[in-house]
């Protein structure tokens, strides 16, 4: 997302230059990267704490630069816990803050909205009840859409492709990091075993994320007792989306954007006892995938943590299955959160955004 945003603003201002904190796609749009995004990343509560000396360098780094550079404007992207602390340096040194892609505040640690509030100038949201939380608060904001649309999608009219005698072909998803697929692809494998116990014809397909290696997923195949038939591909979560009937997905954009190709999906997450245990107490949201917090109610299953499991996920998938007229109308229901999330051009809308906030 950030890399079409890059692209979006050279096009209006080609003489821009940018530097900052990313990965391939950024350094390929041609921005400098001074600090590797995935040294950083993390998921969960308790897991963060073995990234803090990773953590802390980024920060100084980025802190550093801010100084020497003096950048004209401080365009933060997501990635909260870290962003906002750069916010706050960035408002030392009076360069204004853009912020694309909320925080999900409006789900939990509400209060850190009293802090953008202080530090950045605008946001840029891409969910459409973001808008009516910041405007809650008065912090200035925009609604740009989501940038998934910006994507060549099939067309809004599902293929109708499920029958009696057509062969199933079940997607998995497990995540884009290391612990994801460490904690997920087992229990998806233990349903794709009881699915062809019941289904017989199936076939399923596992995506591997450009972010992890193929190693880490072999290892956790050959260490599972495998009946199904199970292939894996690299080449994008599309072409999983264009081949499936439905999908089982670890929690996260990656559910959104199977809604927008009208994939059926069952969504799960499992993180560590400790991180849970904060979420329940923290977590002010019903649902925790984004169709249904889009839709506004549990369109789609979830299973979290102990849930999260190869018979609860194959009930789920059997269910959605044996009642065709049902299984086509969730498929139109996915397609139409399309019309929810603001149609395509939002990398267009950020940049006109960003160069306003230049030109000030």
């Known amino acids: 997302h950030g890399a079409k945003l890059v692209s979006a603003m050279q096009k209006k201002a080609p003489s821009l230059f940018f530097c900052g904190m990313g990965g391939d796609a950024l350094r ?3 921005v400098r ?16 704490f073995v990234k803090i000396p990773a953590i802390l360098k980024g920060r100084a780094k980025i802190k550093k630069l801010l100084i020497t550079l003096k950048p004209d404007l401080l365009i933060l992207i997501d990635f909260p816990d870290f962003n906002l602390h750069i916010a706050a340096i960035a408002k030392k040194l009076d360069i204004p803050v853009l912020y694309y892609i909320s925080p999900q505040i409006w789900a939990w640690r509400q209060g850190r909205v009293k802090r953008i509030s202080r530090l950045v100038g605008h946001m840029a949201v891409i969910l459409p009840f973001e808008q009516r939380f910041y405007k809650e608060h008065d912090v200035p904001v925009t609604f740009v859409g989501h940038p998934l649309l910006d994507e060549n999608l099939p067309a809004a009219e599902p293929d ?3 029958g009696p005698n057509i062969p199933t072909v079940i997607g998995l998803v497990p995540g884009s990091r290391d612990i994801e697929i460490i904690r997920h692809l087992p229990v998806m494998l233990d349903s794709a075993n009881i699915l062809t116990e019941r289904l017989g014809q199936v076939t399923f397909i596992i995506s591997q994320a450009p972010s992890v290696k193929r190693e880490r997923i072999q290892a956790v195949i050959e260490g599972h ?29 990656v559910t959104l954007q199977a809604a927008i190709y009208g994939i059926p999906m069952v969504i799960i997450y499992k ?8 979420g329940k107490a923290l977590i002010r949201v019903p649902n925790v995938g984004l169709v249904n917090l889009v839709a506004g109610r549990e369109l789609v299953p979830e299973f979290l943590q102990e849930n999260a499991t190869g018979d609860n996920i194959a009930r789920a998938i059997q269910n959605m299955l044996k009642d065709e007229e049902e299984f086509n109308h969730l498929k139109h229901q996915l397609i139409t959160l399309r019309d929810m999330l603001g149609g395509g051009g939002a990398s267009e809308r950020v940049a006109d955004l960003a160069l306003q906030m230049l030109t000030r």
């Open 28 to 30: 390929r749009a041609g």
């Open 33 to 48: 990267i001074v600090v590797e995004a995935s040294e950083l990343t993390v998921v969960g509560i308790t897991e963060v």
């Open 160 to 162: 109708m492709n499920v």
């Open 225 to 253: 007792h495998l009946r199904a038939k199970v292939e894996v591909i690299s080449d994008g979560v599309a072409k999983v989306f264009e081949r499936c009937d439905a999908i089982v997905a670890a929690s996260g954009t």
């Open 271 to 278: 993180v560590s006892p400790v991180s849970a245990w904060l």
